[in-house]
């Protein structure tokens, strides 16, 4: 574009400018200051229109109050007479008064005449249902505040909104008292609404506001409404334009119970606004003119004083430029600015010239450069398609430089390399990265691999816009080579010191190797014990599965000295490359026939030598034919050379390293943990049973991480006991504490500790082991949990003095008592009992009547010594002798019956009870080594049994020494004498009762 089409755009885009601001200005201020007018006026019509139809309503009222305050109109709601209704309510006179509903009730709510007018038929009919029911739900109407004595609004009906008033019935005077009510009603449809519009010359519309369908105005009027504030007059009022040539006002009108009911809208003219816009084309038109007028006188006088020289500037400026001649030069008459600047553009030029000459010089130089440089110098443009590459290409690549211009430069890339430098590629082109470094794989026109070193970076033009790709190519294939094989040497090294031993140095020496070199299996062949033949080593490495089989068939072979590959390894201590080992002859390669079933193809064996011997054959395969690689060859026995020199190295620590294999295992495996802190706590070395004992992953992690062994302890003080006791003793052992773990869990440890201190006395730290006694403090507390219960379940089977003793004596226990008290008793027709109920029920029945005679054994302080059936026996004065043993098995034996009694009552059964008791010598004691219990025997415990046995149901039979014993206190029946099997004839006596103070207390 020329300057004088630029200054002309210029001179007018000011213009337009400055009439656009002008015109927004105007447009915010004078337009705005016209719609603020305008919405003022559209509120005031909206104010008539709220006054007109507030002046309808006071004008119903009105009406409803004159009619009610009449003499005639109280005298009909008292007899309902018909000259009333004749004359007044009739179809002239309602369609006179504009009512739709006339109404007159009693106070009691009876309605003395009630009738609707349908405007339309100009007839009177009932009142439809809808406003009897409105009427029922709202009684207030028909029963006006006594304030006022009047009520009036608007009610929504069915059948449309309807203006409503009603008024106490009284006399002419105004005074009561009331005989009722009487309500008109007067719909407020299109009739009333067109009428209020005339009266107010405004177009008026009224809308129910629970209508379902408004239109979008009256919808947006009806939520704004809904949230103003009343305004000071105690309206809402919402004005919006409706378009350019109307505007609208909508107000709500609330019903009787001051809940919105109608929206009403007054639509009026925009003349106001309209007028603004006129006045503002008016404004713009007279800015455009005095613009324009401004513009062309600008114009020309830039024309006379600057452009026309301008232009005769340009174009000498142009002719030096066509001829490429710098030593010509422009007029520069004049002392004003383009004068200055034609001076200026005559020492451009002559600096120009010189640059010229400095141009050409330094171009050569470069072309030099870039032809000579063993760096590969390239450009490529956004789609990374090569634009330029020097001559280094051709000698580095192999490919032509003719050829390879056109072509992407990742089509030269290794096909699994692409995907990352396409992305590093499109990171430079969107300028996510300002360079980019990498080193690169490219493929050679004949096949091979070359390492590249990369460095290029974004090209840009003059904008600052990403145009292409620059950068260099430097071919590091000889620094990769000597990298990969010292990195293979540092890592087979590395590798095969840290094996513990020498198959385990073997294998690792393979899978390195292999994984380095891209073989895809490796063995090793050792001698056997007598040294005459190679056998197959356990150390072995393939990257894939189907080489197991070959590895399992391989172990039957072995190679003497010069036989197959590895035995010719073997004797001529040299490498040996074969390229494809299916095409050997058997003669050759012993194991052709399952490396075909493989397909195994190059191979190449390698020795391992230390001091003249050789200590391992290295064998690999891989699945292609391939060239023997002299690099690769000398790479591998540099690999077998240092591989037999640690291994020769090894066998000489062998002994120091199975000495170090015992301390390091206890040190890394023992259970407990091992540690050396200093005097402030820290840890100084740990081994990894002490860090999973405190929840540490590692020794390492608990060493960083752990910074005092004093923030163990869950005692405050427990720490500073255990160094008190170290400082006191030297040494501490067993010392207990409860910790926490790294996790916050607690557990319990037992230290044994040191003070190692140097030759002065001074302390230099303290080591010690550490044992987790967490299970043993749980089973310890487990265990007293169960001697607990083993003792609760030894004292229910034998008497605690007899328990302590079996305790102390595993032996038989056996003790006389001179004088003791012997019970036995049994349930009558137990065996009738027990084939009328289950097994189950008998169990159960048993338990209850046994576990209550348990509780008064316990009661009167004796001892039970067994059941047998449904038989029970207990005694009194064993193992602990006491006076009253006869007393206490006399209350025991009347409580059995009360006992039984309760049971009989609660079980609806009758099963009584024989009890017999005998006093006399007993021997006591256990016996046995299983299922101990507490027995007696003697002629005093025969005789109780027969008591019992021979007794009467539902009676406690005693023996004489019995009752000698017991006469005082208790009350007896004498029997007589009884035959007693084995012993005759004996005299027994039946316990009744108790004696007391008062008389005598029967059983």
């Known amino acids: 574009m020329k300057l004088r089409q630029r200054t002309l755009l210029l001179i007018s885009v000011a213009l337009v400018g400055l009439v656009g601001v002008l015109y927004t200005s105007s447009s915010t201020i004078l337009l705005g200051s016209f719609a603020k007018l305008e919405a003022e006026d559209t509120q005031r019509n909206v104010e008539r229109a709220i006054d007109a139809f507030e002046a309808e309503i006071d004008k119903l009222n009105f009406t409803v109050h004159d009619w009610a305050e009449w003499n005639d109109t109280y005298q009909f709601v008292q007899d309902g007479n018909s000259t009333y209704l004749t004359a007044n309510l009739n179809a002239a006179t309602i369609t006179r008064l504009q009512v739709n509903l006339m109404l007159y009730t009693q106070l009691s709510g009876k309605t003395i005449f009630g009738k609707s007018f349908d405007s339309k038929t100009q007839q009177l009919t009932a009142i439809p249902p809808s406003i009897q029911s409105y009427l029922a739900a709202h009684p207030s109407l028909l029963q006006p505040p006594s304030a006022t004595n009047r009520l009036s609004g608007v009610v929504l009906m069915p059948e449309g909104p309807m203006l409503v008033a009603s008024s106490l019935i009284l006399t002419g005077e105004g005074k009561g008292p009331a005989q009722g009510t009487l309500l008109m009603g007067r719909y407020l449809d299109s009739t009333t609404v067109q009428r209020l519009a005339n009266i107010t010359h405004l177009s008026l519309t009224a809308y129910r506001i629970d209508a379902p369908q408004l239109s979008p105005d009256l919808a947006t009027a009806r939520t704004s409404l809904s949230t103003q504030t009343l305004s000071e007059k105690g309206d809402r009022i919402f004005v919006q334009p409706l378009n350019s040539e109307a505007i609208a006002g909508y107000t709500l009108i609330n019903d009787l119970n001051g809940k919105p009911a109608i929206l009403l809208r007054v639509e009026l003219p925009r003349r106001i606004y309209q007028q603004g816009q006129a006045s503002q084309r008016y404004l713009l038109l007279t800015l455009l003119i005095i613009g324009l007028g401004f513009g062309i006188g600008t114009l020309l006088l830039l024309e006379r004083l600057v452009l026309r020289r301008l232009g005769h500037l340009m174009g000498e400026v142009s002719k030096i430029s066509s001829s490429r001649d710098f030593s010509l030069r422009v007029a520069s008459l004049g002392s004003d600015e383009l004068s200055n600047l034609g001076s200026a553009i005559n020492q451009m030029l002559e600096a120009l010239g010189k640059s010229q000459w400095q141009l050409r010089h330094s171009q050569e130089n470069y072309r030099l450069v870039v032809d000579n440089i063993k760096e590969v110098i390239f450009q490529t443009d956004r789609a990374g398609v090569w634009q330029f590459l020097n001559p280094a290409w051709s000698r580095i690549a192999g490919f032509a430089v003719e050829e390879s211009l ?12 692409r995907p990352y430098h396409r992305q590093q590629f499109q990171r430079l082109m969107t300028q996510q990265a300002p360079d980019y470094r990498a080193e690169v794989r490219l493929l050679t026109k004949d096949g091979k691999l070359c390492w590249m070193e990369l460095e290029a970076q974004a090209t840009l033009d003059a904008k600052e816009r990403v145009v292409g790709l620059s950068g260099t190519l430097y071919d590091i294939t000889k620094r990769k080579q000597a990298a990969t094989a010292v990195q293979l040497l540092q890592n087979v090294t590395q590798a095969i010191s840290e094996a513990e031993d020498f198959a385990t140095a073997l294998e690792v020496a393979l899978s390195k190797v292999c994984e380095a070199t891209d073989w895809d299996y490796g063995e090793a062949w050792i001698s056997c014990p007598e040294r005459v033949a190679l056998e197959l080593s356990p150390a072995w490495y393939s990257n894939s599965p189907i080489m197991r089989d070959f590895r399992r068939l391989s172990e039957a072979f072995t190679f003497p000295l010069g036989t197959g590959l590895p035995g010719r390894v073997w004797l001529s201590k040299q490498p040996e490359w074969i390229q494809d080992v299916s095409q050997e002859a058997y003669q050759h390669f012993l194991r052709v026939h399952i490396a075909l079933e493989v397909g195994l193809k190059a191979g190449f064996g390698v020795p391992i030598t230390a001091e003249g011997e050789v200590l391992a054959i290295l064998v690999f395969f891989m699945f292609e034919a391939r060239e023997e690689d002299r690099g690769l060859v000398e790479l591998v026995s540099a690999v077998a050379t240092q591989l037999g020199s640690v291994l020769q190295r090894k066998r000489a620590e062998e002994a120091l390293r199975l000495a170090e294999e015992k301390y390091r295992s206890i040190f890394e495996n023992s259970l407990e943990g091992i540690f050396q802190t200093a005097p402030n706590g820290s840890y100084l070395s740990a081994n990894p049973a002490l860090a999973r004992i405190y929840g540490y992953s590692s020794s390492e992690d608990l060493i960083a991480n752990l910074t005092s062994a004093e923030q163990l302890y869950i005692e405050p003080d427990r720490r500073t006991e255990f160094i008190l006791a170290l400082e006191q003793e030297g040494v501490v052992s067993r010392f207990e504490s409860e910790v926490y773990r790294r996790d916050g869990n607690l557990i319990w440890i037992s230290e044994t500790a040191r003070a190692v201190r140097d030759a002065k006395g001074k302390l230099l730290y303290y080591e010690g082991t550490v044992a987790d006694i967490t299970d043993r403090k749980r089973f310890e507390a487990a265990l007293r949990l169960q001697q607990a219960k083993a003792e ?37 027709n137990f065996t009738q009992l027990a084939a009328r109920i289950s097994p189950t029920e008998l169990v159960n029945l048993l338990n209850q009547i046994f576990s209550a005679f348990d509780r008064l054994a316990e009661r009167h302080g004796l001892e039970k010594i067994k059941t047998i059936g449904d038989a029970y026996m207990a005694v009194g004065g064993v193992p602990i002798p006491c006076a009253n043993h006869a007393e206490a098995i006399a209350e025991m034996a009347l409580d059995m019956q009360t006992a039984i009694a309760q049971l009989n009552l609660e079980q609806h059964e009758i099963f009584p009870i024989r009890i017999g008791i005998n006093t006399g010598p007993v021997v006591a004691g256990v016996i046995g080594i299983k299922k101990f219990i507490y027995d007696l025997w003697g002629d005093t415990v025969n005789i109780a049994s027969r008591m019992e046995s021979e007794g009467l149901a539902g009676c406690i039979q005693v023996t004489a020494s019995t009752y000698q014993c017991l006469q005082d206190k208790y009350l007896f029946i004498e029997r007589g004498e009884i035959p007693i099997k084995g012993r005759g004839e004996m005299k027994t006596y039946l316990l ?12």
């Open 792 to 828: 609760e379940l030894l004292l229910n089977i034998l008497p605690p003095s007899i328990a302590e003793k079996l305790k102390q004596n595993s032996g038989a226990i056996a003790d006389s008592f001179p004088d003791v008290t012997v019970l036995f008793a049994d349930i009558v």
């Open 992 to 1003: 009744v009762g108790r004696k007391t103070a008062s008389g005598i207390e029967a059983a």
């Open 406 to 417: 056109g072509q992407h430069f990742l089509s030269y890339i290794h096909p699994d390399d």
